[in-house]
C-alpha cells in the first residue's frame, strides 16, 4: 500500500513539472548572464544596452543557473530586462517558455 502512494504522489509530482513551474530570477542578458543578477541599477543599464544594442539574448538567471527564453517568448521578457521576475511556464531542457511574467 505504502509503495502504491508513492508512486501515485510522484506520477502527479511528474505532471505538475510538465505542466509548468514557476521561477524568481533576474531576466540579464548573454553577454553578461549571472553580473546582473543583483538587478541594481547599473545592471539594469548594462542589460538594458546589451540586449537592445548589442543583440545579446535575454537569460533567465536563477541563482547559478541561467535558462536561455524560447523564440515565442522573447517578446513577453523584452520590457523586462535587468528586471527582478517571477516567471511561470515550461521548461525544456536549459529554456524556458514563458507562459506569464511579472515583477
Ligand atoms: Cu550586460
Known amino acids: 500500500m505504502k509503495k ?4 501515485a504522489s510522484l506520477g502527479s509530482m511528474m505532471a505538475l513539472s510538465a505542466f509548468g513551474a514557476t521561477w524568481s530570477g533576474t531576466i540579464s542578458d548573454a553577454m553578461c548572464g549571472a553580473k546582473h543578477a543583483d538587478a541594481s541599477p547599473e545592471s539594469q543599464k548594462c542589460a538594458q544596452t ?3 544594442e548589442h543583440g545579446a539574448e535575454p537569460v533567465f538567471v536563477v541563482g547559478d543557473k541561467i535558462y536561455k527564453i524560447a523564440d515565442a517568448s522573447k517578446t513577453k521578457v523584452m520590457p523586462h530586462v535587468g528586471h527582478k521576475v517571477t516567471i511561470s511556464g515550461k521548461l525544456d531542457g536549459d529554456t524556458v ?6 515583477m
Open 4 to 7: 502504491l502512494f508513492i508512486s
Open 97 to 102: 517558455t514563458v507562459n506569464s511574467i511579472k
Open 50 to 52: 546589451c540586449v537592445k
